[in-house]
Nanobody, 123 residues
Framework: QLRVVESGGGLVQPGGSLRLSCATSGFTLDSYVIGWFRQAPGKEREGVSC????????YYADSVKGRFTISRDNAKNMVYLQMNSLKPEDTAVYYCAARLWTCSDSAPAFGSWGQGTQVTVSS
């Protein structure tokens, strides 16, 4: 049973930082990639970032490059999304999701999803 659980969201002022965590269980994290997605009200779910299970390859949406950093700690079964220089446009529910081996920016490609954690960037 694959399970992922997000945490770390909250309210932050523009320019601030948050670190989201994705706790995984029910599988060997080494064999899976983890993607971060977000969905703002009235918009479709979009890919934010992804990290490969092996090799350390990472991917970022253009809108977050240079501001967000994805990382993983396989020993702890954890994946993180460090978000810096946050903007109001980053406000969304953030989800982590798991799939085998290959990163994708397409939400339907991921079969295991967390419940989401709200990130609100506002002054």
């Amino acid at each position: 049973q694959l399970r992922v659980v997000e945490s770390g969201g909250g309210l932050v002022q523009p320019g601030g930082s948050l670190r989201l965590s994705c706790a995984t269980s029910g599988f060997t994290l080494d064999s899976y990639v983890i993607g971060w997605f977000r969905q703002a009200p009235g918009k479709e779910r979009e890919g934010v970032s992804c990290i490969r299970s092996r090799g350390g390859s990472t991917y970022y949406a253009d809108s977050v490059k240079g501001r967000f950093t994805i990382s993983r700690d396989n020993a702890k079964n954890m994946v993180y999304l460090q978000m810096n220089s946050l903007k109001p446009e980053d406000t969304a529910v953030y989800y982590c999701a798991a799939r085998l081996w290959t990163c994708s920016d397409s939400a339907p490609a991921f079969g295991s999803w967390g419940q989401g954690t709200q990130v609100t960037v506002s002054s």
